[in-house]
């Protein structure tokens, strides 16, 4: 599988269609996982070689933000857990 | 599920767990029952456990011994006085089929017993059809000297390794993927690793013969070759040690399945007609005692050998009777034997037919025609269906008298009985002769299955069921003849209509499963649909014809006026207003509720150029109804009606509104002809003009094309960019004279008012039928196929002119010329055959995708969430708006501060 941390051919953060990520500190996970009662098995899954993460200090274990524009709401927030590639 | 592999259909299944389990469960509750008989039996008394694994595996021939419960040694059925005879293939020891006889083993009687297996001892060894590809594999990939598998000692733990990692990723799927590109590599392989000696190539000379170097190798010597095989080196195959070897693959006794599977039927003349397994075993013991006396008394090899193949011939038909090279094993009147494969496969299998199709009694069906004068959540039912379908009533002191009357017209009379159940659970038909019995017996406790009548709920279905409103709840009505009746207005979250559809009906037996399906699934509770917050339910054709012309400016007399309300169910006048002569806005009214309040927009303009729809007061003060207040998917003021005043109240104001709707067009006279769409002369001249410009303007830009100075669009060539704009004019052309139609025509004609009502048709069809059909396209292009350069040999080579291209001038009320004719054909054909490929493909597309996301829910906490509790979404549709309670997905926070006020 690919090596953590991989040059990206393509910078692809800066990209209009790539939404912001942003990882989540450990008192926000908790948060998160309490207001929705859940553990990381339940979360949507993101794994850890995922280009928009390149510049992310990310690991196995972590949540990561995701804020999106849309449609509908304007700003709809997205929650995913890093797996391992 | 288990980390094992290796499935293969017929052999056994180890459900160890199950047993015991089953035991101790009717020991407990038999012995509660000796205790005492007010200890009531709960729940709790259950022993619950969960299934961790599932083994599959092939049974070894001393498993095969020791499950089964009689040797069977004769091909002989049965004795002179017809009773089974002992060690034959209907042997007792395996089970009952005749009423009377028992069961040697268990003891119990017919139906009671459910059978046990038998065994024969084959004489020599044969192949199981179904493993001989594993088998392959196997002899493949191992020596013949030693019987280790073709891989070097280091090699096999990076094997192993590699296998445990890949079932990590992709699971058992990818494991046995991995497995077979290991053993393709080992084909190669001459040399055995671990003795040195060759290997030579071993081929299948299908179906059951193994050969190696043109020399066949016996089943006995295929056997002992695996039986070499060391437990370890098995993993290397897929196969587990602990439940499959693969010597069992190789028959030396055959499990004899038990006779409950293969009961015979005694015919009309007394005769027995053996089940086709039957015959087939029968077939194998006679050929294996041949081959055992044969054998014993020395006879000459070949005669062994022919006698052997024969025995693989009919052990191999046994389990599949079609093996490709095999010629199926027949009955003597020639139709092939179904034996145990065939049992299984296919649609007519036991699989797909009698375990994945169920089939529900209490249901019916028949082709549906409609009905208008039936209400909304009716469906008619013909009297012959009303009296096989029945609902169970209980008998109590109280109505005693009214089932007896049921009983007392019995089956052939309508509101009659078929059954009576007596409280231990006994049915008895009614007939002519149990009548008068059964009318005495009968006292409270007892069941009575009386007919279908007037009033009773039932599930009326129409596939594809795709959507929850395929199946809605309807109140019976039963009517003569012989289709179900539907009020037409309900055809839509059907689908259907009457070119010959048929809708099955279904009737709930119980209280509970009657009171689910009022109040989950009646029609009401389906109007607003959840996928646009629309009516799915709504007025169509004459309907709206009949509504429009109503609230348009008609008026009638009081009387009539009065005669019309009452013909749709209206008996309190007081709302019509008490003069001689009533606007059909004011009899409109009276349907509404009082206190209603609504704008809108209507599909047309009036005479005024306005087209609001204004109610105040439950009054229709200005504007017409049409579509888009009435119209199913469509209409504002039904939803508007549901908002306030709740399902049930708008199903009934439909309902009225509907009849008001067809009940006037009736009186009032509707028709529709050709003539409709005649122009006045001005009018044809105006469109000629408009078309005549436009096929000069084509014939510049052709001539521009030609001289090459045409101005090409960015990114497109000169042809390119030509076609382009002669599309474009064309479809200006054909819009233009569309407005001329629209401008001149007549607006009191039928075909007009269905236009402008939306009933039916639209400004398009008028223009086409009164002016001009205009471009045909196939695939967003002019129709440029046919002859080399050219359409049609009527016109010249590379001729580019709209009329050669497809562009029909004439409309369809003055004809079209043969070549105009053929292009519309060509058109035409094109749609069909298109509508007809994609339609199986899109059905496929979103049964797919309705069975990926069947089990997603919105959870208290507003995300969507799967079976396993995963997050699909944190908040329904990013907004959490549940669409059947919004306005176009978007929550009017005005209107709600309105309605507080």
Known sequence: ?85 | MAEEEKEKKETEEKQEEKTPEEEKKTEEASEEKKEKEEITFSTRDFIFKKVESLVFGVSSPQMIKKMASAKIVTPELYDKEGYPVDGGLMDIRMGVIDPGLRCKTCGSKLKECIGHFGYIELARPVVHINFVKVVMDVLRGTCKECGRVLIPKNKIEKYKKELDKVQGETGLEGRRDAIKSILSSLKTINKCPWCKSRQQKITLEKPTTFMENEKKISPVEVRSRLERIPDEDLEMFGLNPTSVRPEWMILTVMPIPPVTMRPSITLESGERSEDDLTHKLGDIVRINQRLFENINAGAPEIIIEDLWDLLQYHVTTFFNNSVAQLPPARHRSGQPLKTISERIKSKEGRIRHNLAGKRTNFSARTVISPDPMLKLNEVGVPRIVAMKLSIPETVTEWNMEYLKEFVKKGVSEYPGANYIVRPDGKKKRITEETQEQLLEEIQPGYIVERHLMDGDVALFNRQPSLHRMSMMCHRVRVLPYKTFRINPSVCHPYNADFDGDEMNLHIPQTEESRAEAETLMEIHTQLISPRYGLSVIGCIQDSISGNYLLTRGFSMTRDDAVSLLYNIGIDDMSRLPNKKEIDGKEIFSVILPEDFNFTGKSRGKDKEGKDDVIIRKGVLNQGVMDVNSLGEEKGLLLRSLHQRYGDKRTIDILGKIFMLGTKFLTNHGFTTSISDTDLPEKAELEVKAILDKAEDDVNNLINLFHQGKLETFPGRTMSETLELKILEILNKARNKTGDVVAEYLNKNTGSSIMSDSGSRGGPLNLAQMAACVGQQAMRGKRIEKGYLKRTLPHFKKGDLTSSSRGFIRDGFKYGLTPYEFFFGAITGRDSLMDTALRTPKSGYLYRRLANATQDEKVEYDQTVRDASRKIIQFKYGEDGVDVSKSENGIINVDRIIQNIK
Do not use: Q
């Open chain 1, 1 to 85: 599988m690919a090596k953590r941390k991989r040059k990206n051919i393509v910078d692809v953060k800066n990209h209009v269609l790539i939404p912001k990520h942003k990882k989540l500190s450990e008192k926000d996970k908790k948060e998160l996982f309490e207001k929705y009662n859940i553990t990381l098995k339940e979360l949507p899954k993101i794994p850890l070689d995922d280009p928009a993460l390149a510049d992310i200090d990310a690991k196995e274990g972590d949540v990561i933000k995701i804020t999106r524009e849309s449609l509908t709401t304007g700003k709809s927030i997205f929650y995913r857990g890093v797996i391992s590639g």
